[in-house]
């Protein structure tokens, strides 16, 4: 197959960006409609790319290589495994579901203004260069390519909560998370320019390919040193305690497609980077050190679920709660075993549909209300029964409900928890009991009982594509937990891969 | 039908789910539409288990009408489905509670949809649970039949309902988080889930051996706690029959049937089915706490139950009581597994929870007839009903005599097994307990003398208030759940021979 798909697939919302930039101000339809055919296009390309990955032959796939800068050895190779796989159809289902929900409903009579009526034209583009940006992330085999997307996936958001965001916390929300971003990515950056230049003393080759520093061969000494730096350093996207508190604070004052963008893709680009940068290519390094990702991670999953617990906000609540779902999935990583790396993997998608989910529906309720906090609101499910049936299903995700993919997901990391040091297993676990009380309460509270008299006759039905955006995120969500085969065997072989780099365990 | 006799526990526990979803697409405010298909498509299930009931051969060892498909392979677990005499009488009393209460609830009018909905969900969850030879998917409908019940309380419930809905939710998944664990440590020792396996191999264990640092022995009791603390919540045993009385009070009256006749067996069934297959050493060790337990269940339980003014908590006390003989039925066993003691008290046991499924059943339908005509549970605001209702008085009366253990009727002859089951075994616990069933009788005949003898409470004679007779529909559920008990109560060969052979075979 020569269709250079991932490029393809990179490059699309780059290019649609430009586009969109091109248009007229004022046709905001257009810049929408422009905006849902480029995230058409990519979600079918990246549904065939999960479709075509041949799960026998294993290892990376759809392998492209271009020379970019050969004298300091860096090129455009990109390639895809059966942990990235996922990730890149997870990028296009939110892509396609976030654009969806920020075409929103425009009624002037009914002080309607839902999803992106400000400027939608400069949003699009903007979302849509943080979305090349992941997809970038997601296939690059080459170090420095993975860094150069990084940093476009992180800028924009700068901008888009800035301007778009929650007028009360926006600047403060938008300058914390930059530079909070920007510095993990600093120091992450210092340690695989150590590793680059450690590679050339050894073995005399300059070069960013991951492929090659799989074998450079580093010291168990240079390891250990540089381990916690690159893995940390990405980790803070992946919002690991005690680097957590840009990301509820993230969350709130993003507008709704970008919480969706944020929790449910960057924050597994953040996961992901620290796995393939940090695990896989200083293997050693996180056998000496995982025993302090998993505090930091056991940390993150019960004060999480804990904090989750006591917030009012809407947004804060899944705010927290991604970062005990995130920290679960630091958690399988740091077992460094099978089942524990397996379930990680599938958490990350797992999670990534059902925070998308939770927040688009947190966004279509207060764009309607006004109000995010738990005990103003009531009844929805009079008025938004759609949107009531997809938060219950994703709640019962967030729970690790049986037959939906957050089972799936966390009984592996469990277990391989259970095969690394039980006693964290048995901690963990409590955070299954809180998360259970948190999405309970707030379900009653927010969906059920009667509808506040504040809200009375301004309260909409949520539109048409609301629901399509509801029933792809959910349709994943059943999918997995109902028939695991859908995702496992493919990550499965993308786990071989990485315990292979740690000596077979 | 070749499909069906081939796949037929498949078709029986997916049937009500499916059911389900096509429901979703029937047209919005057809009530009548989706009472009728739902208890169409519950018939289904019943029709298929009476097939299943008499093509079973109770004399062959092992599991029957097996089948395994793929589901989670990469953790080593599959769907595992398969049938004894235990869960196959089991299997029937939910496929037969299930149609009965959808038929109880034709009279809700609120969210017809939803509400039958989940009632089939609730069907396919709880059949999973006694089905399951898998660990794994054992814990899946464990947990899953959590969230339509919730829902049903929590939606269609009475006024308490938010704060009896989420103590229900949370103390059970609280419960069933040692469980949890203590599956994934076995299936992380095993690398598989599947039953039959994990028995031999669980058993197999060096006795001397070290495993997560502690002794075999430690690990195992550990894990045998987990195991025990999450069944005797559902159970309900005392002391964490708390979240009972709640539940059921608030549930709607179906739901009420449910839980009582159904959700609290899948307690008893994990003891059966995995801790005394599991834990045999540590279940003889420990059958004495359980039997305290049990005989606590059951002393507390009638006396809670007869200081209730509530007619529904009432009822409620009186399963925290009933389960009781089941526990002490089972720990009897438990303490000398093999002979022919333990024999009798394990089919005492398990024919308690099948006779407890038809009168706890019918007893919670019969105070929601009331309930919905008076719209009170008080038991000091009725009073000499029985001239203005004397079809329902009768129907009361009949059930409660089932419920008290009248001679002839079915309670009798499940608790006077367990009791002489258990009475060589434990002798101390099994006195204490008769001596609690004397107060077994005095709170039914409380109820039922506070609710049809004494001065006519006047009130419901005459006016808008005049108290109507139980309609036709009412008696059709309560003539199948009759006709059992006494069946059971006068020839309860029937049902003991399936259940005899599988104990003889288990244990």
Redesign the interface.
Known sequence: MNFPVLSVITFTPMVAALIILMLPAQRKNEARAVALAAATFALILSAWVYFSYDKVSAGYQFIEQYSWLPALGISLHFGVDGISTPLVLLTGVVMFTGVLISWGDFDESKHLSAGIQDRPREFFAFLFLLAGGVFGVFVSLDLFMLFFFYEIAVFPMYLLIAIWGWIQTREYAAMKLTLYLFIGSVVSLVGVLAMYWLQYKNTGVLSFDMLLMEKAGFSHAFQNIWFLPVFLGFAVLGGIWPFHNWSPDGHVAAPTAVSMFHAGVLMKLGAFAALRVGIMLLPDGAKYWSWLIMIFAGVAVVYGAYIAFVQTDMKYMIGFSSVSHMGLVMLGMSTLNR?GI?GASIQMFSHGVMTALFFAVTGMIYDRSHTRQIPELGGMSKVMPFATIGFIIGG?VS?G???FSG??AE??I??GV??SQ?FV??IA??S??IT??YV??AI?KVF?GPLPEKLEGHMTDVTILDKVAITTLCSFMIVIGMH??FM??MI?TGVENVLRLLGGS | MNFISTHLLSTILFFPMLSAVIMMFLPKDENKLFRWFAFAASLVPFVLTLVAWFQFKADQPGFQFQETYVWYEAIGSSLHLGVDGLSLTMVLLTTLLTPLAILASFNVSDRVKPYMMLFLFLETGMLGVFMALDLLIFFVFWEIGLVPMYFLINQWGSANRDYASLKFMIYTMGGSLGLLLAIQMIGVLFGTYDLVAVYQRWNSLEPGSILLGMSIHTVKTIAFWAFVIAFAIKVPLWPFHTWLPDAHTEAPTAGSMILAGVLLKLGAYGFLRLVLPLYPVESKMFAGALALLATAAIVFGAFGSFGQTDFKRLVAYSSVNHMGFVVLGIAAAAYSIGTQDATLALNGAILQMFNHGLSAAGMFFLVGVIYERTHTRNLEEFGGLFPLVPIYGGLLIFTSMASLGLPGLNGFISEFLVVRGAFPILTVYTVISMLGLLFTGAYILKGIKKVLHGPMNEHWAHGEHKLTEINAREVMVMIPLMALILWIGIYPMWILNVINKAVVMLF
């Open positions: 089942n397996m019962l729970m409900m049986p037959l089972f799936v009984f592996p469990f277990m259970w095969q039980w297993a048995v676990s409590i299954i009991v259970a009380a309970m309460l009653r059920f695991p085969s496992v065997p499965q």
